[in-house]
């Protein structure tokens, strides 16, 4: 049996939350796309490929300086595709730094195909994200 999307974005969830290991990338799929159309400037707005994503994402988990706390599922929508789904949803964090607490939202558009994302396609709140790590 394989992972259905709301799976994948449940298990997602479990790997923000805290403070996580490193990324293992078991859930990718070797020619996954991660796309950030709105990302801040210096930042990648796709990133093609499993082991690109890795070595990106997983040096950015370890400089964060925030311990995300609670992903709230706002509200999944499913489309016409079976495997893809529309995911809203808040992120609350906790700055390491200030101690501070602060939520943002986003909006990602998540593709599975024989149980391995093969697509993320997140709409962030650059401000909010921007304000909270000051």
Aim: charged share 25%; glycine share 6%; with cysteine.
């Amino acid at each position: 049996m394989t992972t259905t999307p709301r799976e994948s974005f449940d298990q997602m969830r479990q790997h923000w939350l805290g403070h996580p290991a490193a990324l293992t990338g078991d859930d990718l799929a070797d020619d996954v796309t991660i796309e950030t159309p709105f990302a801040p400037p210096g930042r990648p707005t796709r990133i093609d490929g499993k082991q690109q994503f890795l070595d990106f994402a997983n040096a950015e988990r370890a400089a964060i300086p925030v311990r995300f706390d609670e992903c709230r599922t706002i509200a999944i929508h499913e489309t016409t595709d079976p495997e893809t789904i529309i995911v809203e949803y808040e992120l609350t964090g906790t700055s390491t730094k200030t101690n501070e607490q602060h939520t943002a939202t986003f909006i990602g558009v998540l593709t599975v195909h024989d149980g391995k994302i093969t697509l993320w396609r997140e709409y962030q709140n650059t401000l909010a994200i921007m304000r909270a790590l000051g």
